[in-house]
Nanobody, 126 residues
Framework: QVQLVESGGASVQAGGSLRLSCIAS???????MTWFRQVPEKGREAVAS????????AYADSVKGRFTISQDNAKNTVYLQMNSLKPEDTAKYYC????????????????????WGQGTQVTVSS
């Protein structure tokens, strides 16, 4: 069982930066950690992902060049550094963990993740 706790959400102005953190219990059992985001009345959107065994990363086109996902295995933590924030980045951000290998190219599929955090709100004002 993996428990995830996100933090770091806040209200910022456009162009600003935030760093989200996700602490995972039993981090060593995970194969992939991914950040998703969701706005009311819309489905979850995969934002960035990291393969915990080799550090390979993947990003949604909408955040490439602005967001960076990283991990600190010693701290059982995954980070999402968000720069050049835009109002359209406003959402609740969730951390998700996969307890098995996810086929290449399907990292964005929320159905592949077994564990989810409670989310942290990011609001970007123009």
């Amino acid at each position: 069982q993996v428990q995830l706790v996100e933090s770091g959400g806040a209200s910022v102005q456009a162009g600003g930066s935030l760093r989200l953190s996700c602490i995972a219990s039993a981090y060593y059992t995970t194969f992939r950690m991914t950040w998703f985001r969701q706005v009311p009345e819309k489905g979850r959107e995969a934002v960035a992902s990291i393969a915990t065994r080799n550090g390979a990363t993947a990003y949604a086109d909408s955040v490439k060049g602005r967001f960076t996902i990283s991990q600190d295995n010693a701290k059982n933590t995954v980070y999402l550094q968000m720069n050049s924030l835009k109002p359209e980045d406003t959402a609740k951000y969730y951390c998700a963990a996969a307890a098995r290998v996810i086929p290449v190219g399907t990292w964005y599929d929320e159905g592949r993740y077994s564990y989810w955090g409670q989310g942290t709100q990011v609001t970007v004002s123009s």
